[in-house]
């Protein structure tokens, strides 16, 4: 199969497109390049620089590339903004979703794999999360992703369309250097940059009603992520019309002040964090079961916490030398 990866430039996508290919699939990148590198795109890999927005160029690519499936990473994610910008969120990832469905289903591609998010549940008063636990995001991040889910079963029950959600909880390290997360809006670069500045660790709130105060989260290395897509996209063309709704995560929560911690014995640093206020749409707890994914695909998570932040600080000084500890 051909597979078409939208935002296949970016740090989790460039790692989809690595899987695949080594999986033996065909991949087709499309990507604005808002916040993709281009460089991350193998050379044997063609690259659409576009939005999704257009589906005029959407349809032109996934004619002229005989596009089979389409994997759809392409979206703004970061919560904080969302809530400042919510109609530009919407339009990003609610309506550039529309457009892109509306070409496939046009041109009669076969399968669809959305990237979804953890911040569908908002804040689960339960210790580990099922895809049976109800949704009630905390963001406008977390709202678009929801409906992203919904128009991607809607069109696919409409038309036939074999179509799987993966609900991504906290992803973390890289398959190399090179293919780091060079952003600093997820924890462990956040901390990384404030480590290279000889800053305290920031904490956004330490009276949550958890074990030590901070937020708890489940970390998935994005390799093992990565791999639960090629998954995914075979079940997909396996056993067509196939509709599943599927958490990515391990199962551990770790907190806050726990991963900082951590990140300080890995990168040789001893600096305690400075404590923030909260950020808007941050939940107390989110862990995930990943029973399902299991049972439905034989995929587990195979990396731990300390894989995740060793091999991001690789990438991480590759990038800025002058964080290395001796």
């Given at each position: 199969?051909?597979?078409?990866?939208?935002?296949?430039?970016?740090?989790?996508?460039a790692h989809v497109v690595r899987a695949m290919t080594e999986a033996?699939?065909?991949?087709?990148?499309?990507?604005?390049?808002?916040?993709?590198?281009?460089?991350?795109v193998p050379s044997n890999v063609p690259l659409v620089v576009g939005s999704t927005l257009d589906g005029e160029l959407l349809r032109r690519t996934l004619t002229e590339h005989s596009v089979t499936g389409v994997v759809h990473l392409a979206a703004k994610k970061q919560v904080g903004e969302s809530v400042e910008l919510p109609l530009h969120y919407y339009r990003?990832?609610?309506?550039?979703?529309?457009?892109?469905?509306?070409?496939?289903?046009?041109?009669?591609?076969?399968?669809?794999?959305?990237s979804s998010s953890a911040a569908v549940y908002g804040?689960?008063?339960?210790?580990?999360?099922?895809?049976?636990?109800?949704?009630?995001?905390?963001?406008?991040?977390?709202e678009t992703k929801l409906v992203g889910e919904w128009l991607v079963r809607a069109a696919g029950r409409a038309t036939g369309l074999s179509t799987a959600s993966l609900r991504y909880f906290n992803v973390a390290g890289a398959a190399a250097p090179e293919l780091a997360d060079v952003g600093v809006f997820n924890l462990i670069p956040m901390v990384f940059e404030k480590l290279t500045e000889n800053?305290?660790?920031?904490?956004?709130?330490?009276?949550?009603p958890t074990p030590d105060g901070t937020c708890v989260r489940d970390f998935i290395h994005v390799v093992d992520l990565a791999e639960a897509h090629v998954?995914?996209?075979?079940?997909?063309?396996?056993?067509?019309?196939?509709?599943?709704?599927?958490?990515?995560?391990?199962?551990?929560?770790?907190?806050?002040r726990e991963m900082i911690d951590r990140i300080n014995a890995t990168t040789g640093y001893n600096t305690p964090p400075t404590v923030t206020p909260r950020r808007p749409?941050?939940?107390?707890?989110?862990?995930?079961?990943?029973?399902?994914?299991a049972k439905e695909l034989g995929w587990t998570a195979k990396h731990d916490v300390e894989d995740m932040i060793a091999s991001a600080w690789e990438g991480w000084v590759r990038?800025?030398?002058?964080?290395?500890?001796?």
């Open positions: 199969m051909t597979w078409l990866i939208t935002g296949g430039a970016g740090y989790i996508g033996g699939e065909r991949a087709v990148v499309y990507d604005d390049l808002s916040t993709g590198i281009a460089e991350r990003e990832n609610v309506e550039g979703l529309r457009v892109l469905l509306e070409a496939v289903t046009d041109i009669g591609v076969p399968s669809f794999v959305f804040m689960p008063d339960v210790d580990l999360v099922t895809e049976e636990t109800p949704c009630a995001p905390m963001s406008p991040y977390g800053a305290p660790p920031r904490i956004f709130g330490d009276d949550y998954a995914a996209a075979r079940a997909l063309k396996a056993s067509p019309g196939t509709d599943l709704t599927l958490n990515i995560g391990r199962g551990e929560g770790v907190s806050v749409g941050d939940p107390a707890r989110v862990v995930a079961s990943a029973d399902r994914i990038l800025h030398p002058e964080a290395a500890r001796s």
